[in-house]
Every structure is written in structure tokens, then in C-alpha cells.
């Protein structure tokens, strides 16, 4: 009976941690994830305010509210913005494709349309 009660209590020891590092595990994982998401969309955020204020600015001028040379200052520095913020994300989307997985789809695209165009040529 005192076997049976170590043995139980071991099991349940182990149950424990196991349960414990399930729930822990995802918190601390989760971390890195979110933090990498969240440059994403501070960037996409900060663009779509960026662009929408670029909208703004057009219809003042349209309805005459701002002079056309504050028009031209202020559209060249929301665009520059707008310009800098497309090309980080041009660098984090280049950084995370695998370049050599991407040639070699490319062969087999080339493949696959040099075998459709001999077919297309074999049907006339």
C-alpha cells in the first residue's frame, strides 16, 4: 500500500510539471511572435495614417483651404514618408522569403511553361 502511494505521488508530481510547462511554454513564445508582428503593424498603421493625412491634404487644396506651394511642401514630405516606410517593409518581407527555395520554384515555373509551350506547339 505505501508502493502504491510513492508511486501516485511521483505521477502526480510529474502530471504537474508537464501541466505547468503546457501553460507556461506558449506565453514565452508568444513573446518573440508578437513582438515581430508588432513592427509590422506599427509600420502599417503608421502608413495608412500616413496616406490617409496625403488624402486630407489633396481635398484642403481641392476646396482651397491650403496655398498651392504649402500643398506641393507638404505632399513631398507625407510622400518621402510614405516612400521610407514601403521600402522597410520591402526589407522585412525580402528578409523573411528563403531565396533559394524561390529560384528553385522559379525553375520549375520555367519548366512547366516550356513543357505547356512545346504541348501548345505539338497541337497545331
Given at each position: 500500500m505505501h508502493d502504491i502511494s510513492i508511486i501516485s505521488m511521483i505521477f502526480t508530481a510529474a502530471l504537474a510539471l508537464i501541466c505547468l510547462y503546457l501553460i507556461l511554454a506558449p506565453i514565452f513564445k508568444w513573446n518573440t511572435i508578437?513582438?515581430?508582428?508588432?513592427?509590422?503593424?506599427?509600420l502599417e498603421t503608421?502608413?495608412?495614417s500616413l496616406l490617409t493625412t496625403l488624402n486630407e491634404i489633396e481635398f484642403e487644396y481641392k476646396m482651397d483651404k491650403i496655398s498651392p506651394a504649402d500643398y506641393k511642401n507638404?505632399?513631398?514630405?507625407?510622400?518621402?514618408e510614405v516612400a521610407k516606410i514601403m521600402k522597410?517593409?520591402?526589407?522585412l518581407v525580402d528578409s523573411s522569403?528563403?531565396?533559394e527555395l524561390m529560384a528553385e520554384v522559379e525553375k520549375e515555373i520555367e519548366a512547366q511553361l516550356k513543357s505547356y509551350g512545346k504541348q501548345k506547339g505539338e497541337g497545331k
Open positions: 508578437i513582438q515581430l508582428n508588432s513592427k509590422d503593424q506599427d503608421t502608413k495608412e507638404l505632399k513631398r514630405q507625407y510622400e518621402a522597410e517593409e520591402e526589407k522569403i528563403d531565396k
